[in-house]
């Protein structure tokens, strides 16, 4: 019986909450291209952790990171062994790391008792000067990345999505407003020469309709939550790589 061909086989390592030398990661791709598979993910930027040198915001990067010249060199081990990385940058949420120096950057959501309370790990999308430091961020890990194919840029674990109105900035047409930022990154990594992924929880929830480009191919995680849509809502509206 002819086996049908599994065009990508993907590791994907969580370096945002901890650390893994250049050493340990050659390791690892030399094990992977022995068992066949052919992409690396780098998770790089996590609530506890950023772990890929930056020169344009030296001050987020954890204590232990990957230096900008080690990260490259493993980008071409990799390619020796016909393996291709795909950075990892989630946002706007699992920011905890990259924001905690900017609480005015950081997303509100309103308590029980009616207080105005900060979501440390939730980027507020309709704050401009926030969004902007995001899309800064992606400029500079496309340009590390530049021989990459892929760009993985998250959008999971955002929110509650059941309760936009919980939070101020997004009680009016909040999960619009997300899709736009969702869709205005995916547009900004592609136009630098990447096709852009995110996770599945978000999009095509309890039924519903979504906006997302069809220029993004969903990367499908989970359905722990009762809404969120099962894999075949994706596979109807050609989502997936080809």
């Known amino acids: 019986m002819k086996q049908a061909l599994v065009k990508e086989r993907i590791i994907m390592l969580d370096i945002g909450r901890k650390y893994f030398s250049p050493k340990t990661l ?19 930027s996590e609530n506890e ?44 949420g699992h920011m905890a790391q990259l924001l905690k120096g900017k609480p005015e950057w950081q997303l509100s959501r309103k308590t029980p008792n009616g207080e105005n309370q900060k979501v440390v ?3 507020d999308i309709t704050n ?31 929110i509650d999505f059941e309760q936009f109105e919980n939070y101020p900035a997004l009680a009016q047409d909040g999960l619009m407003k ?16 990447f096709t852009p ?3 599945n929880d978000a999009f095509f929830r309890n039924g519903g309709e979504s906006k997302l ?14 809404n969120m849509a099962p894999i075949q809502t994706f596979l109807n509206k050609d989502f997936f790589s080809a």
């Open 49 to 92: 952790g950023f772990r890929i040198e930056s020169h344009l915001y030296p001050e987020l990067v954890s204590e232990q990171f990957l230096t900008c010249d080690e990260v490259q060199e493993l980008i071409e081990y990799a390619a020796d062994l016909s393996i291709e990385i795909i950075p990892d940058l989630d946002t706007p």
């Open 178 to 193: 997300f899709e736009n930022y969702v869709n205005k990154v995916a547009e900004f990594v592609r136009e630098r020469g």
């Open 128 to 158: 401009e000067e926030a969004v902007q430091f995001t899309l800064s961020l992606y400029e500079e890990y496309t340009k590390l990345f530049s021989k990459s194919h892929y760009f993985h840029i998250g959008a999971d674990e955002f």
């Open 26 to 44: 050659r390791q690892l791709m030399k094990q992977m291209a022995l068992c066949g598979f052919n992409y690396l993910q780098l998770h790089f």
């Open 121 to 123: 790990s939730a980027l």
């Open 213 to 226: 480009s069809q220029n993004i191919e969903i990367t499908y995680w989970t359905k722990w939550h009762k």
């Open 197 to 199: 992924r995110v996770w």
